[in-house]
């Protein structure tokens, strides 16, 4: 899906969270980063995890919390 629709602009910019592990080896973090280059309304948080992001749950979840307190002002 990611490469059916990269090049799809968006006709309102939306703030779009991205949590990201470093060592996905599901799908490559230069997926996210691509993506998120030149979207300045697209914020990447690459997080020192795999694919499952089990590691690193308090970091997302803190991760959430200040996107969404940012996305209501």
């Known amino acids: ?6 090049n799809q602009p968006l006709n309102r910019p939306i703030p779009t969270l991205i949590l990201h592990g470093c060592q996905d080896e599901v799908i490559p973090i ?3 980063r691509n993506f998120a280059s030149g979207r300045p309304w697209v914020k990447l948080i690459e997080l ?3 694919h499952s992001l089990g590691n690193v749950l308090p970091e997302i ?3 959430i919390m ?5 996305a209501g002002q």
């Open 1 to 6: 899906d990611a490469q059916t629709y990269q």
């Open 30 to 32: 230069e997926s996210s």
């Open 48 to 50: 020192d995890s795999d």
């Open 61 to 63: 979840w803190q991760a």
């Open 66 to 70: 200040a996107f969404c307190q940012l």
